[in-house]
């Protein structure tokens, strides 16, 4: 099972450039490549590339979303311009998620993104859960404490409902 690095950058930017940069983490599923050092030669020396959202596949792809359709309803057929709406959200909401996910562990002080960054996000932003990794404590609802104050004033509106 390969992990998602946060990548994350210490070092002074613009206010411009911290600001939009400190919102995008990158990730990879790899470590990145190292520079080689060769002897002087006639080959050039590779550069380091970093890895974008753009260097991955999809995650979902038209024939993948054909069979869901045809799952749903057999004689159903997708236009284009549908199929390329439906294929950019299921990829933004992986992008966003994993975005979330990563600044969720970035703030966890964690180099890798666990279930729970992915969980925390998607079940406060998004009202899902992930089935088989549900949390072990139990959070019992606090009821606030009632102050006497409190009563008093329940008590009086209370009064005044039985006389009328």
């Known amino acids: 099972m390969t992990t998602i690095n946060v990548l994350s950058q210490d070092v002074a930017m613009t206010s411009q ?3 939009t940069q400190s919102q995008q983490t990158q990730f990879v599923s790899q470590p990145p490549k190292q520079q080689v ?3 002087p030669s006639n080959q050039q020396q590779p550069q380091q590339q970093q890895s974008s959202f753009n ?3 999809q995650f979902l792809t038209k024939t993948r ?3 869901l359709v045809k799952e749903v309803d057999p004689t159903e057929q997708l236009d284009e311009e549908v199929e390329e709406m439906l294929l950019q959200l299921a990829d ?3 992008e966003t998620t994993v975005n979330a996910a990563c600044l969720l562990a970035k703030h966890r002080h964690a ?3 666990e279930v729970k960054d992915v969980q925390l ?3 406060r932003n998004w ?3 992930i089935p088989g990794f549900g949390t072990d404590e139990v959070r019992p609802y606090k009821r606030a404490t009632v102050t006497e104050a409190h009563k008093q004033r329940l008590a009086l509106i209370r009064k005044s409902i039985k006389k009328y």
Do not use: A
Request: proline share 4%.
């Open 17 to 19: 450039q911290s600001q």
């Open 92 to 94: 933004d909401f992986v």
């Open 127 to 129: 009202n899902m859960w």
């Open 111 to 113: 180099n890798t993104v």
């Open 55 to 57: 260097d991955f596949p």
């Open 65 to 67: 979303l054909q069979d």
């Open 37 to 39: 050092v060769q002897q």
């Open 121 to 123: 996000h998607l079940e």
